[in-house]
């Protein structure tokens, strides 16, 4: 695994979620995983440094609709605030 450094602005929120997030189906029924686009357009309303229990509920709320009947697999999640 390669190491890299990320320069972060002064406010923002970084999100770390496990497979399970996006795995899932895109709609009930289809064969297409939903992926990270529905999650980074959900999340691209929030304000940076700011994300909430709410929010991460938002997210697992998505992919549960968009599954059809719950998650196939387990999900975690976790948000950093950062506002130095």
């Keep these: ?5 990320v320069a972060l602005p002064e406010r923002c929120t970084v999100v770390l979620y496990t497979d399970g997030l996006i795995e899932g189906r895109a709609s009930p029924g289809s064969r297409e ?5 529905p999650i980074r357009s959900l999340l691209a309303g929030a304000t940076p440094g700011a994300l909430g229990g709410a929010d991460l509920e938002a997210l697992v709320q998505l992919a549960s609709e968009a599954n059809g009947a719950g998650l196939p697999d387990d999900v975690a ?8």
């Design 33 to 37: 995983r939903l992926g990270i686009a």
């Design 77 to 84: 999640l976790l948000a950093v605030n950062l506002t130095r």
């Design 1 to 5: 695994w390669t190491v890299e450094q």
